[in-house]
């Protein structure tokens, strides 16, 4: 190894880590790449609790937990400024527990005049969401990776998706792997309203109340494979196409199904 190289590499270990930045109720997590961190369980009388409006920002509940003291309303953790929608793009949130909210996570877009989703791009991943009234929820919302999450036990009524587990509310090009969604009060994955292009493979969603996954009418083009639903009250696997449209279930493992096209 030549002397350019070792100065070079002794110069990049010296370089300090990016700060982390701790997360307290009412935050907007408003610096572009920032760090952010929970530095122990928080809870919060007011919603919503953190709100994320910068791009690429990444929020680490590090093994914490996020709840809400009094009823089961307002979101924990959402990209919105106040009560509206903002377009953040490339947020992470990831490893801890959200419990007791209306929504635990929400990515949202504002739609308008021409604009009815856009590519969010935010990474959400091993958090346990349980006793909220909707688990994850993407409106508008495009591009996104939901993996590793344990979304079980949210029964509550609060919300326009009261007991959805995972919901997708007209967004696309999202992929959703490796989740359980299980005891949810409604479905445990859902794509509704125009949500087109997405991918549902490996996930399990078990005893809930309404269906295990379910692709509601107008939602097309989904790839829906090697999921396993079981047990589920409604259907374990549920497409409200006609002849499944252009949805494309394979290799799942379920016990009901709507149609003859789900296999």
């Not at 007209?170 to 794509?191: I, P, R, T």
């Not at 379910?214 to 829906?224: K, P, R």
Request: charge should be negative.
């Amino acid at each position: 190894m030549n002397s350019h190289r070792i100065f070079l590499l002794a110069c990049l270990a010296a370089l300090p880590a990016a700060a982390q930045i701790p997360v307290h109720c009412g935050d907007s997590l408003n610096i572009p790449g920032g760090q952010y961190v929970l530095t122990g369980n928080l809870t919060c009388p007011s919603v919503p609790a953190v709100h994320v409006t910068a791009d690429n920002v990444s929020f680490d509940l590090q093994g914490f937990t996020l709840s809400k003291s009094g009823p089961a309303v307002g979101t924990a953790i959402t990209t919105a400024a106040g009560p509206a929608c903002v377009i953040a793009t490339g947020a992470t949130i990831s490893n801890g527990t959200i419990s007791g909210f209306g929504i635990g996570v929400s990515i949202c877009v504002p739609t308008g005049p021409g604009v009815s989703s856009a590519s969010t791009q935010a990474v959400i991943h091993h958090l346990n969401l349980t006793g909220n009234s909707t688990g994850i929820a993407l409106y508008n919302a495009n591009d996104n990776e939901i993996h590793h999450n344990t979304v079980n036990g949210n029964t509550g009524t609060a919300g326009i998706t009261p007991g959805m587990g995972i919901v997708l509310v007209n967004s696309s090009g999202n992929n959703l792997h490796q989740n359980e969604a299980s005891g949810n009060g409604a479905d445990g994955v859902a794509l509704m309203f125009g949500s087109k292009d997405n991918n549902v493979m490996h996930n399990v969603a078990k005893n809930n109340t309404g269906s295990g996954i379910n692709v509601t009418s107008g939602s097309g083009d989904n790839v829906l494979k090697m999921n396993e639903a079981t047990t589920n009250g409604s259907f374990d696997l549920k497409d409200g196409n006609a002849a499944c449209g252009t949805n494309l279930w394979r290799s799942n493992t379920f016990v009901t199904k709507s149609q003859p096209c789900i296999n």
